[in-house]
């Protein structure tokens, strides 16, 4: 008798421990969050014009966020929040695709860590 075939989904698929679906639902928060800032970003208008709305951003080098290169302009702020996002799913998606849990964590760390870095510190 033949052997079973090997399922494909099965061999590349791996299931997430329960502490790696924890990680996983937050940062599938964190995204939901980001997606509705950059949504609300590509609708937003900048500070600086005479009688903008309580809704606004500040592109450009004004207030708090001075200098930093992420509000220089609404296309860096989309950019990064983009970027962001991508790496957050990414980040997300990675228990499914490495073959242990020890490995999957940090990985799921990193990437948080490096969108959090994108999304702030830019």
């Keep these: 008798m033949a052997p079973p075939a090997s399922d494909w989904a099965n061999d590349m698929i791996r299931r997430p421990t329960k502490l790696e679906l924890m990680a996983q639902v937050v940062i599938a928060a964190l995204t939901v969050l ?20 309580s809704d606004c951003y500040p592109w450009g080098s004004e207030g708090p966020v001075a200098g930093r290169w992420r509000y220089d302009s609404k296309a860096a702020y989309i950019g ?16 499914l695709t490495v073959s242990r849990a020890r490995v999957g964590l940090p990985l799921m760390a990193m990437g948080l860590a490096v969108s959090i870095y994108v999304s702030s510190f830019f």
């Design 34 to 53: 980001l997606i509705s800032d950059v949504l609300d970003a590509m609708q937003g208008s900048p500070c600086s014009l005479p009688g903008s709305q």
């Design 80 to 95: 990064t929040g983009l970027a962001s996002i991508v790496i957050l799913i990414a980040a997300g998606l990675t228990p």
